[in-house]
């Protein structure tokens, strides 16, 4: 004889089993959905509403971007060169007065910020000062040139002075 207890025990499991993952693929199918709607939804938001890029900085954009304290980059339109005069009671062999165009950097401790129109004087220390004439030759009046100047305090901390670090003319 057969034992049909045993039959309706494996029919009874095997039902069960099937149905177990019967359950299971219809959870995952519609968490697929779900997710497929809610992806779809993501896409067309970009659509409408685009995130903004934001670019990696470049290394040739960490370049030259740090300047010592105390010190300003500037390009300015040039309106004259003077010699042996003196600013703050400081005695410069030659000065010049400059419209600011722009200013490209500037270092921490600053005390008065230059700001682009305002008409500054600054002198020169450095050796393109002993030749005056030549001097006044590469800097004729409305010429735009790129200054890095330094400033300093006059003696009564009232006023300031610029000293001029270096220079390129633009051609």
């Known amino acids: 004889m057969i034992n049909l207890k045993g039959v309706e025990i494996f029919n009874s499991f095997f039902y069960f089993y099937t149905m177990d993952k019967m359950l299971y693929i219809l959870i995952v199918i519609g968490l697929f ?25 470049k290394f040739s954009d960490l370049q030259d971007t740090t300047i010592d304290p105390n010190t300003l980059h500037l390009i300015v339109v040039m309106q004259s060169v003077t010699k042996n005069a003196s600013i703050c009671e400081k005695n410069f062999k030659t000065i010049a007065t400059v419209k600011v165009k722009q200013i490209i950097n500037s270092g921490s401790g600053i005390t008065n910020m230059i700001s682009p129109g305002q008409e500054i004087t600054f002198g020169f220390m450095n050796s393109p000062a002993n030749d005056f004439d030549t001097l006044k030759q590469r800097l004729p009046k409305d010429k735009e040139v790129s200054f890095k100047i330094r400033e300093n305090l006059c003696p009564d901390m009232s006023k ?12």
């Open 33 to 57: 959905s779900c997710k497929s709607n809610s992806i779809a939804q993501e896409k067309e938001a970009e659509k409408t509403n685009p995130k903004p890029k934001i670019e990696k900085p």
């Open 160 to 171: 300031t002075v610029y000293e001029v670090i270096g220079f390129k003319t633009k051609y």
